[in-house]
T-cell receptor, first 113, second 114 residues
Framework: GENVEQHPSTLSVQEGDSAVIKCTYS??????FPWYKQELGKRPQLIID?????GEKKDQRIAVTLNKTAKHFSLHITETQPEDSAVYFC????????????FGTGTRLQVTL | EPEVTQTPSHQVTQMGQEVILRCVPI?????FYWYRQILGQKVEFLVS????????KSEIFDDQFSVERPDGSNFTLKIRSTKLEDSAMYFC????????????FGPGTRLTVT
């Protein structure tokens, strides 16, 4: 089955700096890669996703890149703000009906003033 | 914006008791999921459900677990005889028909087994 690895497990950046979180996956049939942000005690919230037919996607301060050959994808947050502090999870999924998400182990991002 | 809802928000139960966790998916969604998250760990897939039957289940989803869509709006997860290690946050999610892969998560039910 799919295995998703995520690094780093914790990341501390100063406000205004960039943050990069990296994930690798094992199943070459995976073709959907979402990123979720989870604040303490809250539900995972989708912040950006990418499908395997594109290599990069951007939404304001957030971007995701995908390298299908190397089976890795990354989340980039620019101009970080204190409200970006949360746990970020990457995930991977195949297409098809009711396809499960396989999550990475999470990255705790701390943005300091 | 429509959201997935879950009840209760917190459930405390004794070991060996049965619990039912309830979810109301987004109304036009057809695919339903349960995930769990043990405190401080990653989110883990339990089961997916479509067209009134299980599409896929993980090795965690053993005979103690069952799912049901008893009516047109609710989606339930039953744990028949709870164990201490079932203590976790349980998230329901749903996704719409077609080729949209996005899964929308509910706020979760924190299950504490004592």
């Amino acid at each position: 089955g799919e295995n998703v690895e995520q690094h780093p497990s914790t990341l501390s950046v100063q406000e205004g700096d960039s943050a990069v979180i990296k994930c690798t996956y094992s199943d070459s049939a995976s073709n959907y890669f979402p990123w979720y942000k989870q604040e303490l005690g809250k539900r995972p919230q989708l912040i950006i996703d990418i499908r395997s037919n594109v290599g990069e996607k951007k939404d304001q301060r957030i971007a995701v890149t995908l390298n299908k050959t190397a089976k890795h994808f990354s989340l980039h947050i620019t101009e970080t703000q204190p409200e970006d502090s949360a746990v970020y999870f990457c995930a991977a999924s195949r297409s098809g009906t009711a396809s499960k998400l396989t999550f990475g182990t999470g990255t705790r991002l701390q943005v300091t003033l | 914006e429509p959201e997935v809802t879950q009840t209760p928000s917190h459930q405390v139960t004794q070991m060996g008791q049965e619990v039912i966790l309830r979810c109301v998916p987004i109304s036009n969604h057809l695919y339903f999921y349960w995930y769990r998250q043990i405190l401080g760990q990653k989110v883990e897939f339990l089961v997916s459900f479509y067209n009134n039957e299980i599409s896929e289940k993980s090795e965690i989803f053993d005979d103690q677990f069952s799912v049901e869509r008893p009516d047109g709006s609710n989606f339930t997860l039953k744990i028949r005889s709870t164990k201490l290690e079932d203590s976790a946050m349980y998230f329901c999610a749903s996704s719409e028909p077609g080729f949209s892969y996005e899964q929308y998560f509910g706020p979760g039910t924190r299950l504490t087994v004592t």
